[in-house]
C-alpha cells in the first residue's frame, strides 16, 4: 500500500515519478489516456478523504480491458479501499459476473458501496467482504477466478499471490498494484523489508513456471501473470 496522502488524478499524475525513468512525458501522457468520469472522480475523492490510495487511471484502464479481455465472470480484489480499482474493473466485466472485494476497513467498503451505488452497480453483481485477505482467501474455490488484484498491504503480497495462483482458472490473470513501489524496487541500493518483499514477489512469479509474468510501469507498477 502507498503510504502518502492520496491526490486527485491530475496532481497524481503530474507529481508523480514513473518508476525507473524520471518524469517522462509517455508516462504522463499514458496517465491521462483514459480519462475518469465524476463517478470515479468523487470515488478518488474519497479514497483521498479516507487516506487510502487508489490505484492511478493508467492502472485503471489496463485493469477494465484485462476484465473485458479475460471476459472475466468472478473477479477477487484484495483491498476494496473507497472502490475506484473496483469501478474500473466493474466496467470491463460482463453484467451477470461478481466482484468479491475483501478490505478490513468497514469505513472504506463503505465508500466503495456508495461509489457502486452512483455508478448503478447491481447488488449482485459485488460480494463485499470485511476481514483480513489472510483469512478470507483461503475459504474461495480453487480454479474458480478469471482475475485476482491483489492492492492492500505489501507485506501481505506473497501470502495474497500465493492464494491468487490457487484461485485462478488456467488463462486467469493475476495483477499486483504498487509492484514497483515507487522507484524503490528497482533500486539494488533499497533492501528494507518492504521493498525486500516486493521485489521478491516480482523475482518469485519471474520464476514460477506456472505463470507468464510481465511488469507494466503503469501508475506505481503493475505486474501481471497469466495462470498457464
Ligand atoms: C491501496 S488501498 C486499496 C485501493 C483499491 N484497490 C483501489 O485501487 O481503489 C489498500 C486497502 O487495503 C486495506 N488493508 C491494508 N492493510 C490490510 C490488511 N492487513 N488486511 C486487510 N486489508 C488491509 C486498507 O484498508 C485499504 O483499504
Not at 35 to 59: F, I, K, Q
Not at 72 to 95: F, N, Y
Not at 157 to 171: C, D, F, S
Request: charged share 25%; net charge negative.
Amino acid at each position: 500500500m502507498h503510504t502518502s496522502v492520496q491526490l486527485l488524478p491530475e496532481e497524481a499524475i503530474s507529481t508523480a515519478e514513473p518508476s525507473g525513468h524520471g518524469k517522462v512525458a509517455a508516462w504522463v501522457y499514458s496517465e491521462a489516456f483514459v480519462p475518469e468520469d465524476e463517478v470515479l472522480l468523487r470515488a478518488r475523492e474519497r479514497a483521498s478523504e479516507l487516506g487510502c490510495p487508489a490505484v492511478l487511471p493508467g492502472v485503471g484502464a489496463v485493469l477494465r480491458v484485462l476484465a473485458a479481455a479475460t471476459n472475466a465472470h468472478a473477479v477477487v480484489e484484495v483491498g476494496t479501499g473507497a472502490g475506484v480499482a473496483a469501478l474500473w474493473l466493474l466496467r470491463g466485466m460482463p453484467l451477470d459476473g461478481q466482484l468479491t472485494t475483501i478490505d478490513r476497513e468497514v469505513e472504506h467498503q463503505r465508500a466503495a458501496r456508495t461509489a457502486f451505488a452512483e455508478d448503478r452497480v447491481a447488488p449482485q453483481r459485488t460480494r463485499i467482504i470485511p476481514g483480513r485477505p489472510g483469512d478470507v482467501l483461503p475459504r474461495l474455490a480453487d480454479g474458480a477466478y478469471d482475475l485476482v488484484l491483489v492492492a492492500s498491504d505489501p507485506l501481505g503480497y506473497p501470502e495474497y499471490v500465493n492464494e491468487a495462483l490457487r484461485l485462478l482458472r488456467p488463462g486467469g490473470v493475476l495483477a499486483v498494484d504498487g509492484a514497483l513501489l515507487r522507484d524503490r524496487v528497482a533500486d539494488p541500493a533499497r533492501r528494507d523489508e518492504l521493498t525486500t518483499v516486493v521485489r521478491e514477489v516480482g523475482r518469485t512469479l519471474r520464476n514460477d513456471e506456472r505463470v507468464l509474468p510481465a511488469m507494466l510501469p503503469s501508475g506505481d507498477g503493475l505486474l501481471l501473470a497469466v495462470r498457464r
